[in-house]
């Protein structure tokens, strides 16, 4: 299972989850960090299992 680090800001209407290291627009959001946290893990996912191509190397895979 590959791991990603979640960028969470906080904007006056909410929060939002980006991923780092994924090309593209996947983001969560939510009305708290723990909301947009738990959003972003679907969108994670969608766009693992639809752009497994285009995805960078997993430095920690042999």
């Given at each position: 299972?590959?791991?990603?680090?979640?960028?969470?800001?906080?904007?006056?209407?909410?929060?939002?989850?980006?991923?780092?290291?994924l090309?593209?627009?996947?983001?969560?959001?939510?009305?708290?960090?723990?909301?947009a946290?738990?959003?972003?893990?679907?969108?994670?996912?969608?766009?693992?299992?639809?752009?497994?191509?285009?995805?960078?190397?997993?430095?920690?895979?042999?």
């Amino acid at each position: 299972m590959r791991q990603f680090k979640v960028l969470v800001d906080k904007f006056p209407g909410g929060y939002v989850a980006y991923p780092l290291g994924l090309k593209g627009a996947v983001v969560g959001e939510g009305d708290t960090y723990e909301e947009a946290l738990a959003d972003a893990k679907p969108a994670i996912q969608f766009h693992l299992e639809t752009f497994k191509n285009d995805l960078p190397a997993d430095k920690n895979r042999s």
